[in-house]
T-cell receptor
Framework: DAGITQSPRYKITETGRQVTLMCHQT?????MFWYRQDLGHGLRLIYY???????DKGEVPDGYVVSRSKTENFPLTLESATRSQTSVYFC???????????FGPGTRLTVL | GENVEQHPSTLSVQEGDSAVIKCTYS??????FPWYKQELGKRPQLIID?????GEKKDQRIAVTLNKTAKHFSLHITETQPEDSAVYFC????????????FGQGTELSVKP
C-alpha cells in the first residue's frame, strides 16, 4: 500500500482559499480517481483520469479542478474552498480495465 | 446515470452468525460489481468482486451473488468474526467508462462477541 500516497493527511483552511491535495502512485497505473467521503453518502467520485492529460468529470465535480501532466501524479485543487467541501478525500489508482482500485490513506480536509 | 442503493445501512450480528448486505443498481449495462471493506480510520480495500458473466463467486467465508435480471447483487459473510466489523461498500461499473465506480451508501457491520 505504500505505492499510493496522499499529502497532506490533514488540512484546515478557510473559506475562499485555494487548496491543493496531492496524490502520487508508484505503480505506473493508467487510471487515477478522486473520491470524497461524507457520512451518509458513501464514496462519491469527483474526477477521474484514464491516462496523462486525460481527465473526466465524476458525480460531484463542481468546485474542483484536476490535472495530470505525469502518470504518477493526480493533484486535486479546490479553487475557492467552501464549508460544504469539508470531507475526507481519497485518491485511488487502477492498472486498467475492470480491476481493483487501490486507495490512498486519505486526506481529512476541514474548511472553516 | 448509474445509481446504486445499498441496504441495510447498519447491521448487527452475533459472532458466528451470517450477514447479508444487498445492493441494487439502475444501469443494465453495468458489468462489474466490487465490494470494498473499510475499517475505522482506514482506506477502503477490495474484498471480492464479480463480473456480469458470473452468477456467484466465493472466497472462503465471503460470497457474492448477482441477479442481472433483477439488477441486484448481495454480499454474504458466513461465520462472522469480530474482525469483520467494518463499513462495507458495494459499487457498480460499466466497462466502457474507464473504471468509473458508483458506490452505494455503505453498511456498517458490527459483529458482537
Amino acid at each position: 500500500d505504500a505505492g499510493i500516497t496522499q499529502s497532506p493527511r490533514y488540512k484546515i483552511t478557510e473559506t475562499g482559499r485555494q487548496v491543493t491535495l496531492m496524490c502520487h502512485q508508484t505503480w505506473s497505473h493508467s487510471y487515477m480517481f478522486w473520491y470524497r467521503q461524507d457520512l451518509g453518502h458513501g464514496l462519491r467520485l469527483i474526477y477521474y483520469s484514464a491516462a496523462a492529460d486525460i481527465t473526466d468529470k465524476g458525480e460531484v465535480p463542481d468546485g474542483y479542478v484536476v490535472s495530470r501532466s505525469k502518470t504518477e501524479n493526480f493533484p486535486l485543487t479546490l479553487e475557492s474552498a467552501t464549508r460544504s467541501q469539508t470531507s475526507v478525500y481519497f485518491c485511488a489508482s487502477m492498472a486498467g480495465g475492470l480491476r481493483e482500485q487501490f486507495f490512498g490513506p486519505g486526506t481529512r480536509l476541514t474548511v472553516l | 446515470g448509474e445509481n446504486v442503493e445499498q441496504h441495510p445501512s447498519t447491521l448487527s450480528v452475533q459472532e458466528g452468525d451470517s450477514a447479508v448486505i444487498k445492493c441494487t443498481y439502475s444501469d443494465s449495462a453495468s458489468n462489474y460489481f466490487p465490494w470494498y471493506k473499510q475499517e475505522l480510520g482506514k482506506r477502503p480495500q477490495l474484498i471480492i468482486d464479480i463480473r456480469s458473466n458470473v452468477g456467484e463467486k466465493k472466497d472462503q467465508r465471503i460470497a457474492v451473488t448477482l441477479n442481472k435480471t433483477a439488477k441486484h447483487f448481495s454480499l454474504h459473510i458466513t461465520e462472522t468474526q469480530p474482525e469483520d466489523s467494518a463499513v462495507y461498500f458495494c459499487a457498480a461499473s460499466r466497462g466502457n467508462q474507464g473504471g468509473k465506480l458508483i458506490f452505494g451508501q455503505g453498511t456498517e457491520l458490527s459483529v458482537k462477541p
